[in-house]
């Protein structure tokens, strides 16, 4: 089983989307200037200030009922978890087998030479305009490995996403609207492959009418409960 998780898993533990963290100090920052590969060369510290915030924001929240869930399901099945978010929220509930194909928050890594960081990150209570990011012994600038526009997605991890969706005997999507591709083309993957595809969302999205089945709740109401339902979903 293959789990392709978004936005919306997250957002019921209390996850800021993109949008909403753009309120107070960054209400009138042009997300381009913060989220591309040509703000950070412009205004490093800007960046910088910014993914600081959310990495210390997301370490506040817990995995909710649908993480646990996912994670539970490993008692059960083979189970890997493609997502498009970049917080470890699936990891801290238990996930062994997670694919980032946008990237973490959690880990970090040189600009230059692309070295993976494990040093120290300093701590920041409050949010700030501008915070400058620590060095590489190379003397490159420490980033998020996250994926910001005019970047590819990691290989690594989008190579294992599309080998954990064709090698599925079911995908479920879950809180992902379906419209950011390459990511959104995985499930339709499976569709075009015969493999059954359950949708969790309370919205209708594009993948709704060729899935297989769509489940018009909230994620941490329907996975704790729905390997049991599979049954008589599928029949």
Same mark, same amino acid.
């Given at each position: 089983?293959?789990?392709?998780?978004?936005?919306?898993?997250?957002?019921?533990?209390?996850?800021?989307?993109?949008?909403?963290?753009?309120?107070?100090?960054?209400?009138?920052?042009?997300?381009?200037?913060?989220?591309?590969?040509?703000?950070?060369?412009?205004?490093?510290?800007? +960046?910088?200030?910014?993914?600081?915030?959310?990495?210390?924001?997301?370490?506040?929240?817990?995995?909710?009922?649908?993480?646990?869930?996912?994670?539970?399901?490993?008692?059960?099945?083979?189970?890997?978890?493609?997502?498009?978010?970049?917080?470890?929220?699936?990891?801290?509930?238990?996930?062994?087998?997670?694919?980032?194909?946008?990237?973490?928050?959690?880990?970090?890594?040189?600009?230059?030479?692309?070295?993976?960081?494990?040093?120290?990150?300093?701590?920041?209570?409050?949010?700030?305009?501008?915070?400058?990011?620590?060095?590489?012994?190379?003397?490159?600038?420490?980033?998020?490995?996250?994926?910001?526009?005019?970047?590819?997605?990691?290989?690594?991890?989008?190579?294992?996403?599309?080998?954990? +969706?064709?090698?599925?005997?079911?995908?479920?999507?879950?809180?992902?609207?379906?419209?950011?591709?390459?990511?959104?083309?995985?499930?339709?993957?499976?569709?075009?492959?015969?493999?059954?595809?359950?949708?969790?969302?309370?919205?209708?999205?594009?993948?709704?009418?060729?899935?297989?089945?769509?489940?018009?709740?909230?994620?941490?109401? +329907?996975?704790?409960?729905?390997?049991?339902?599979?049954?008589?979903?599928?029949?």
């Amino acid at each position: 089983m293959t789990v392709c998780s978004g936005a919306g898993i997250s957002a019921e533990s209390g996850v800021p989307t993109f949008r909403d963290v753009e309120t107070g100090l960054w209400a009138k920052v042009d997300p381009y200037e913060i989220s591309s590969a040509e703000g950070w060369r412009e205004h490093p510290e800007r +960046v910088w200030a910014w993914y600081l915030w959310r990495h210390h924001m997301m370490r506040a929240v817990a995995p909710n009922n649908a993480h646990r869930a996912v994670a539970a399901w490993e008692d059960y099945a083979d189970v890997h978890v493609v997502t498009q978010n970049v917080d470890n929220l699936h990891e801290r509930a238990g996930s062994s087998r997670v694919y980032h194909v946008h990237g973490s928050l959690f880990d970090f890594r040189c600009d230059e030479c692309q070295s993976a960081y494990a040093g120290e990150i300093p701590a920041m209570p409050e949010p700030a305009e501008s915070v400058t990011p620590p060095q590489c012994e190379c003397g490159g600038l420490i980033r998020p490995d996250v994926v910001w526009f005019g970047e590819a997605l990691p290989d690594d991890a989008w190579q294992q996403s599309v080998d954990a +969706v064709v090698g599925a005997d079911l995908v479920v999507a879950v809180g992902t609207s379906s419209v950011v591709y390459p990511a959104a083309g995985l499930p339709e993957l499976a569709v075009a492959n015969g493999t059954p595809v359950i949708e969790v969302n309370p919205e209708p999205t594009p993948l709704s009418t060729s899935a297989t089945v769509t489940l018009r709740e909230s994620a941490a109401t +329907v996975l704790p409960g729905l390997l049991q339902r599979l049954p008589a979903l599928l029949s």
